[in-house]
């Protein structure tokens, strides 16, 4: 089958709700050699934010929406298993999570998968974590960066005081801060004195290689 055609099929998967299918098209468009970062990107990505704009207008509601997002996550399961081995010694090593009140982890999950295929140490702090958190595991881990995701507008201040946290804790020197999220955009970045903002997880990746000095 044609990439163009599977990778509708998985756009559409999600508008329908359907995880099964988008277990199968994932599946398939791999065994047929379409990379599984297009799959995710051109694919499942924009029929789930299709189906965000159709909430939006009240012509989904929640419980769609819940459907979308599981099928959403085993398909994004199966493209990151096929995502290529990161090289064995680390290149960084990156704290992400998503920030406190917000459950959204789905690109949180992707930015995380994709870094480690490119050779990150990644430690995935899970979503509705708190800005100490963020802070604690860092300094556990001895970090590079903090990776944060925000996406709703409520939840967006706490990407702030995980600067703040950092500044309190006597530590923002140690590490560069990145944000994130639907709702996210260089100027908030700007404003609350992160590092950098990234739009999507290549962008991710090509900014945090940035800030370390690796491009
Ligand atoms: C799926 C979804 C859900 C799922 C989440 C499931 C899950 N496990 O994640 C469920 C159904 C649970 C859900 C719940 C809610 N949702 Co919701 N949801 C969405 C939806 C449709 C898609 C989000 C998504 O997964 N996108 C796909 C991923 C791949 O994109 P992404 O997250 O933007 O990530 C990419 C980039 O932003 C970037 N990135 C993201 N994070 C980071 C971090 C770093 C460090 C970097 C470098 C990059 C990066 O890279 C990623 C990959 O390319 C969005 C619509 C939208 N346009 O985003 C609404 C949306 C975010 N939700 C919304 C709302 C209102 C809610 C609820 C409040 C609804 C309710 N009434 O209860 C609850 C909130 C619950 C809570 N406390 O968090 C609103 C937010 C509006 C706002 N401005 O505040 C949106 C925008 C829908 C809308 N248009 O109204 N939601």
């Known amino acids: 089958m044609a990439k163009e055609e599977l990778i509708k099929e998985a756009r559409e998967s999600l508008l ?3 995880k099964g299918k988008a277990e199968d098209v994932a599946k398939r468009g791999i065994a047929e050699g379409v990379s599984p970062q297009e799959l ?3 694919g499942f990505v924009i029929g789930i934010r299709e189906l ?3 909430f939006d207008l009240g012509e989904v ?3 769609e929406l819940m459907l979308a997002a599981d099928a959403m996550q085993a398909a994004m ?3 990151n298993a096929a995502l290529p081995a990161g090289e064995s010694e680390s290149r960084g090593t990156i704290v992400i999570g998503t920030v406190e009140g917000d459950v959204h982890d789905i690109g949180k999950a992707i930015v995380a998968a994709y870094l480690r295929a490119n050779g990150f140490e990644v430690h995935d702090i899970g979503r509705d974590a708190a800005p ?3 802070v604690e595991k860092a300094m556990e881990v001895d970090a590079n960066i903090i990776g944060s995701s925000a996406l709703l507008t409520a939840t967006l201040r706490v990407q702030g005081e995980i600067e703040e946290a950092l ?3 006597g530590v923002r020197d140690r590490f560069k801060t990145i944000v994130g999220g639907a709702v996210c955009t260089q100027g908030w970045a700007d404003e609350i004195g992160a590092d950098a903002f990234a739009k999507d997880a290549s962008d991710g990746i090509r900014k945090i290689e940035q800030l370390l000095d690796l491009a």
């Open 61 to 63: 509601f929640l419980p």
């Open 132 to 134: 100490e958190l963020f």
């Open 16 to 18: 329908s709700y359907d």
């Open 40 to 42: 995710m990107s051109e």
């Open 52 to 54: 965000g704009e159709k």
């Open 77 to 79: 399961e199966i493209c």
């Open 167 to 169: 500044a309190e804790a």
